[in-house]
């Protein structure tokens, strides 16, 4: 059966990329494919990476952009989904759906979708999507690789806090009671009423955080560490970690270079770093932080860290994306 579909696409001339809707044919998905109807999506980094015309991540143009949605199943040629149940795909790789999440309908492997309790509101899950997956496996890593100290004493800096997955870090870092710092660009801009509202208990500016990392040491000042925007920073929180202090680390907006990052930290503190690695996250693992994105489904502190949006109005809302800089997570409703 043949569905008449459309999509946002990226399209490039003369090196611009503009958003413009296409409308398109989907097929029926093959044995071990299942076909969705998309209800919400999402804008994360790599969406905005490819707007920017980025050829890593568009490798050709149109680009259905879209990493993540939920909606229902429409059509299963497997034994694992029946039509109508809600579903969601979070960290789809390259080509992994088809089209990408901003479409109403998309085709994808079984195995990469996860069931939905009914009784969870899909625009919620949407707003978690894959920013939520990487602040949890970011969070799942400092929880076990951390000395044991009571939850409610250890405290948690994240950058980045104002973005997707900055914000969703606080959320959830906070919820499983961790004292969270929240460094932000620009103290007299950063909306810091909200952030206290979803938990943030003290906020900082990037230069607070880089002040005294001169030296191979820095002032032992967080037991862990969320860092979502990579280069200098990740290192002065390498540096300001505590005895047994551990970093996860999601973003590389700022650089994917550890500049004056040496072993003294891991050697004489014994700290541990690492990568959310969201689009490979399996097994036990999976489960644990799939888990702990549960726990936000339903948060009331969830609502005030996300917009949403009519995939209408997306393309005027990219063109001045830079600028406005929006808090949290946008989530985009598909009509």
């Not at 003369?14 to 029926?28: C, L, M, N, P, Q």
């Not at 991540?57 to 059509?75: K, M, N, S, W």
């Not at 047994?244 to 590389?252: E, H, R």
């Not at 005030?304 to 800089?325: A, D, F, G, H, N």
Request: net charge neutral.
């Amino acid at each position: 059966m043949r569905f008449s579909s459309y999509s946002l696409d990226f399209e490039m001339h003369d090196g611009i990329v503009r958003a413009a809707f296409k409308e398109r044919e989907i097929g029926s998905p093959n044995i071990g494919e299942v076909k969705v109807a998309i209800k919400y999506t999402s804008i994360n980094y790599r969406d905005l990476l490819a707007f920017n015309g980025n050829r890593a991540i568009a490798r050709r143009y149109p680009y259905t952009p879209g990493v993540d949605f939920v909606g229902h199943v429409l059509e299963s040629r497997t034994d694992r989904f029946v039509e109508g149940e809600k579903v969601a795909l979070f960290a789809a790789a390259d080509r992994e759906c088809s089209p990408g999440g901003w479409s109403n309908f998309s085709i994808v492997r079984a195995d990469r979708l996860i069931r939905l309790d009914e009784h969870w509101p899909l625009e919620c899950v949407a707003a978690v999507g894959t920013a939520g997956l990487a602040a949890a496996s970011a969070l799942d890593f400092i929880s076990r690789n951390s000395d044991e100290i009571a939850d409610q004493h250890k405290l948690c800096a994240v950058t980045g806090s104002t973005g997707g997955v900055g914000s969703l870090a606080c959320l959830l870092a906070a919820k499983n009671g961790f004292k969270v710092t929240a460094v932000v660009r620009n103290l007299i801009e950063a909306p810091t009423s909200l952030l206290f509202e979803i938990g943030v208990e003290k906020i900082i500016d990037l230069n607070e955080l880089i002040k005294g990392t001169e030296l191979f040491l820095g002032k032992q000042e967080y037991d862990v560490a969320i860092d979502t925007i990579g280069g200098k920073y990740t290192t002065a929180l390498a540096k300001k970690l505590k005895n047994g202090g551990a970093m996860g680390v999601c973003g590389l907006v700022a650089g994917q270079e550890l500049h004056g990052l040496d072993l003294l930290p891991f050697l004489m503190r014994g700290i541990a770093i690492g990568g959310s690695g969201a689009e490979i996250i399996s097994g036990e693992r999976r489960h644990r932080v799939i888990n702990l994105m549960r726990e936000i489904y339903l948060s009331e502190r969830l609502k005030k860290i996300y917009t949403r949006l009519s995939i209408y109005q997306i393309p005027k809302m990219l063109e001045s994306y830079e600028i406005s800089k929006p808090f949290g997570r946008i989530v985009i409703e598909i009509e």
